[in-house]
């Protein structure tokens, strides 16, 4: 079990989160859906500690970590056991994708090149993206840099896999590929937080849906509870604009 306690964070006087807690199994997918500027994305960049929140606290392997105190060693505990995947890609131009997988293994993890280059080949296979291997991010489409992304995170084999929008700066006719490998990744055991607008999706790989609205958790359940019968009516509001009347092709 992965504990989030009394998270808050502000933006000067704007307040974005507030006492958010939640409990997360472990190997499950939970989805956090709400208006955007809501602080879904605060939320992962406060546990990853790009973000430094008033108060909140993390517990991970049963060790509790005081987000807001953010100490060195913490942080790197906590960085260890977390992967990120952006909005955008944030790979290395000048390195391949080989490279860019193997980065954090070497950085971080200081493992010897051997090692992380057979771990970053491993992961590359596992998000399609083998015969790229040795291309530089300049000559892969978008949905192919998010793809060598997320083998970067997975490269690390984290406890926790945090996906911020990892579809939202992609072309349309790409997005399919990624939600793809993001469907797989799940089907293996990771346990995720995802954070996306593209709700058809959400509802069929999630175990659990998170609605957030104005720092708050006001809706929690399953799919199909928070789906087909919200109770809280700011969550009815906003699935009544979302939700699409047919179901894309990668729905199962």
Not at 133 to 146: D, E, F, I, L, T
Not at 159 to 165: A, N, P, R, S, V
Request: aromatic share 6%; charged share 25%; with cysteine.
């Amino acid at each position: 079990m992965i504990r989030i306690e009394h998270l808050s964070k502000a933006f000067h006087d704007n307040v974005v989160l507030d006492d958010v807690s939640l409990e997360i199994e472990e190997g499950s997918v939970t989805g956090i859906i709400g208006p955007s500027g809501t602080g879904k994305s605060t939320l992962l960049r406060c546990i990853n500690q790009l973000e430094l929140p008033e108060s909140g606290f993390i517990t991970l392997e049963d060790r509790r970590v005081d987000l807001h105190r953010k100490s060195k060693q913490d942080t790197l505990f906590v960085r260890r056991k977390t992967g990120m995947v952006f909005q955008k890609f944030y790979l290395f131009e000048k390195k391949t994708a080989l490279e860019n997988v193997m980065e954090g293994l070497v950085t971080v993890q200081k493992m010897n090149k051997t090692d992380a280059r057979r771990i970053a080949l491993e992961q590359l296979e596992t998000v399609g993206m083998t015969a790229w291997a040795n291309h530089y991010p300049v000559h892969m489409s978008g949905g192919q840099q998010q793809r060598v992304a997320i083998a970067r995170a997975l490269a690390l084999k984290p406890k926790l896999l945090l996906l911020d929008e990892p579809t939202s700066a992609l072309d349309p006719e790409l997005v399919g590929e990624v939600l793809e490998v993001i469907r797989k990744v799940a089907a293996e055991g990771y346990t995720m937080l995802l954070v996306s607008h593209e709700m058809a999706f959400v509802q069929s790989i999630s175990h659990r849906v998170i609605f957030l609205d104005n720092g708050h958790i006001v809706e929690d359940g399953t799919p199909k509870q928070v789906f087909s019968n919200p109770q809280n009516p700011r969550t009815k509001e906003f699935l009544a604009k979302m939700l699409l009347l047919t179901q894309p092709d990668y729905m199962i």
